[in-house]
């Protein structure tokens, strides 16, 4: 494991920067981290999956430290984007669906990354992104239109952003699509107004890379002189790499076409964010060489890495043939059983060697029990391996035996599996199939992966497959084939440990869908708050002039919130303190948990409130709470919810923010799907 020295360098660069400025202002020095520096974690829809911000709070805590002890100051990071079309590729960037679990979410990041203040050792400035409704683009296609209504706008995609602000980020990132027709990084009712009045942000507004000057292609810039003149109105701070203000502004002033006051408002605010850092006490802040060298890949930040990897995967089906046990023959079959390259195209700073693949901590976890490793087939179709490797030599490094004699290895593979009690088939995306620029139309898992499965399935059917992916996929016929599924995303450093450690049973798994499955392509936008329209499908009987299709079902193969534990757990009817609600108090929704298992497993227990009738559509039911709890076999809980007015509220018809009397329906359950609930009402 080599550590790279960037402290040192950056520290030379600082310095000599310094020395030469008249007044000797020190640099900013900004980075992508977004899921951690060189201790890489899941990938954010895996966090998201994991439900837990306090375990991402910590991750963001880590690689703060990481991060500032190489010399770097600012991370983009997090990206709190809601995201309903999983055909665009950031999807793996986001923790979800839900503006309330990516708000907790995007709290906690904040918050890891900062501190309670920016100067303390070990904390970086976070940068709240992408501002605003980047992940809304139409068809799913990167960088295109975003329309939704400004509605919709408030109600669904501007919570995350308002709750990573309301937790002190320091710096925000303008996003590429337009708002309401208008590109973003321009938009002044969108920045002036929104973001600045309405959210209270009075920190610095950095466009996106080279978003400035795409105003020109956008059509809503002349040139470059236009773009600065307009982003400038807007309120952006720092033009990131196109030089429309390095080289517009000082004209822009000279001619009276801006005044210098805008000028000076951004330079007082990236100040402002300098002396926050401490970085006018300290120009190198915490970067240190040797503490760099001591925190990258610490043991400690292993096993946060680890724990957290262990707490993302989903499960998604078991009959019963996980967790695997010592005594069994276990084949490890796929393309991803020796892949290193489980961290995202996003863990930029990260080094795949330092990874831990399954073949390795199955070797490490399982040492005497009969294991038997095989590829069988490649990540890829072999036309389009090398395009996806970063480095093509590693395709012949990790199939080398495919390469070799491809019907031969799938033989290999064949046998392997006859032989084996059990079958751990490895699957998934390349990293690179996920991620910016990454938008697809077809989300199923590659054909020779699915040949692989189906020659497998034909001769054991007990066949447990492990899913490496960044974004849902399509798993119908994994579904219906495979004994068990356990979706394990893009894991991070320590992903090989950490499925390993649910595989057998070391751990529980506890994760829960943050994104809904779709059963194919055409029910893409699919996710679970949504409205009922006025023709709603219901029940089960055959129904002609209704919302529906008339080839698949409406729901999803996996709704939002879904994930299994080899635990059980029952719930007992939902009780209320109270069917009635005022402003002045508030009503407890509780249920019994019982984990009926015969092991200790976790329960994300999730509280769902729908308002039945309303000045506008509201949603069937919007997620308001969630918890983790841990069981003993036998143990019960009692598991309560407080619900106030607060958790009522909503974009009201005539624009105002606030509640309406009424009747409320409310669930708590095991996922979205859960009809376990009651009423109450609102007075």
């Known amino acids: 494991m080599k550590v790279a020295r960037i402290a040192r360098a950056l520290m030379q660069i600082q310095d000599a920067y310094i020395n030469r400025h008249p007044h000797h202002i020190p640099l900013l020095f900004m980075m992508d981290v977004i899921h951690g520096y060189r201790t890489i974690f899941p990938a954010p829809i895996a966090q998201g999956a994991s439900f837990d911000p306090e375990i991402s709070k910590r991750a963001a805590s880590v690689a703060a430290r990481e991060t500032s002890a190489a010399g770097i100051h600012v991370v983009f990071s997090p990206m709190v984007d809601l995201v309903r079309d999983p055909r665009w590729g950031r999807v793996m960037e986001s923790t979800g669906e839900d503006p309330y679990l990516n708000s907790r979410f995007a709290a906690a990041q904040i918050h890891g990354f900062q501190g309670d203040d920016m100067k303390e050792d070990g904390k970086v400035c976070g940068c709240i992104k992408h501002f605003a409704g980047y992940g809304g683009a139409e068809a799913g296609r990167e960088y295109n239109t975003v329309q939704v209504s400004e509605h919709t706008f408030r109600e669904y995609y501007l919570p995350s952003y308002e709750a990573g602000i309301k937790a002190g980020a320091g710096m925000v990132m303008t996003s590429f699509n337009t708002v309401n027709d208008i590109p973003a990084t321009i938009n002044q009712k969108l920045m002036r107004q929104m973001l600045r009045e309405e959210m209270g942000f009075d920190g610095v507004l950095i466009s996106d890379y080279a978003a400035i000057l795409e105003t020109v292609a956008h059509g809503a810039s002349s040139d470059k002189k236009d773009a600065a003149h307009k982003a400038l109105l807007a309120g952006v701070d720092i033009d990131m790499m196109t030089g429309c ?116 901590a199955a070797k490490e976890l399982l040492p005497d029990s009969d294991l038997t490793f095989c590829h069988g087939t490649t990540l890829l179709p072999r036309d389009h391996v090398f395009a996806g490797f970063a480095e093509p030599n590693r395709a012949e490094e990790f199939y080398a035996d495919v390469f070799a004699d491809p019907e031969k290895a799938l033989a290999d593979a064949v046998a392997a599996a006859k032989a084996a009690d059990v079958v751990i088939l490895c699957l998934g995306e390349h990293y690179l199939q996920t991620g910016e620029a990454t938008s697809r139309t077809e989300l199923s898992l590659p054909e020779n992966q699915m040949e692989l499965f189906c020659a497998v399935k034909t001769v054991n059917p007990n066949v447990a497959v492990v899913l490496f992916n960044g974004h849902p996929l399509l798993l119908d016929e994994l579904s219906r084939n495979a004994a068990a599924i356990l979706q394990a995303w893009l894991p991070g450093t320590e992903g090989g440990h950490a499925i390993l450690d649910l595989l057998t049973g070391t751990k529980n798994p506890s994760g829960k869908l943050p994104m809904t499955f779709p059963r194919n392509m055409g029910q893409i936008p699919i996710y679970y708050n949504h409205f009922s329209t006025g023709r709603p499908l219901t029940g089960t009987d055959p129904q002609r002039f209704v919302s529906k299709y008339t080839d698949t079902p409406n729901t999803p193969l996996f709704p939002f919130g879904y994930g299994l534990s080899y635990a059980e757990f029952s719930y007992s009817d939902v009780s209320l303190s109270s069917d009635s609600l005022t402003s002045e108090d508030s009503i407890t929704a509780s249920v019994q948990l019982k984990n009926t298992g015969a092991c200790t497993g976790t329960e994300v227990v999730q509280l769902y409130i729908q308002d039945v009738a309303a000045s506008t559509v509201r949603p069937v039911r919007e997620l308001k709470g969630f918890t983790r709890i841990t069981l003993t076999p036998g143990e019960t809980q009692t598991v309560s919810f407080r619900i106030s007015e607060a958790e009522l509220a909503f974009h009201r018809a005539d624009g105002s923010y606030g509640t309406e009397p009424g009747a409320f329906r409310v669930w708590i359950g095991g996922s979205s799907a859960t009809e376990n609930g009651t009423g109450f009402t609102l007075r």
């Open 245 to 360: 203000y390095a080289g517009e502004l000082a004209k822009l002033v000279k001619e009276g076409t801006i005044p210098e006051s805008l000028i000076d408002e951004s330079v007082l605010r990236i100040l402002q964010l300098k002396n926050q850092l401490g970085l006018f006490e300290h120009p190198h802040k915490d970067a240190d060489p040797e503490k760099e060298a001591r925190y990258i890949l610490c043991p400690e930040h292993r096993a946060l890495a680890r724990e957290a990897a262990a707490a993302s995967c989903v499960l998604l089906k078991n009959d019963k043939v996980l967790p695997i046990r010592p005594s069994q023959k276990v084949a490890f079959i796929g393309p991803y059983i020796d892949n290193y390259e489980i961290c995202s195209s996003w863990a930029v700073t990260g080094h795949p060697e330092d990874s831990v693949t399954i073949r390795q």
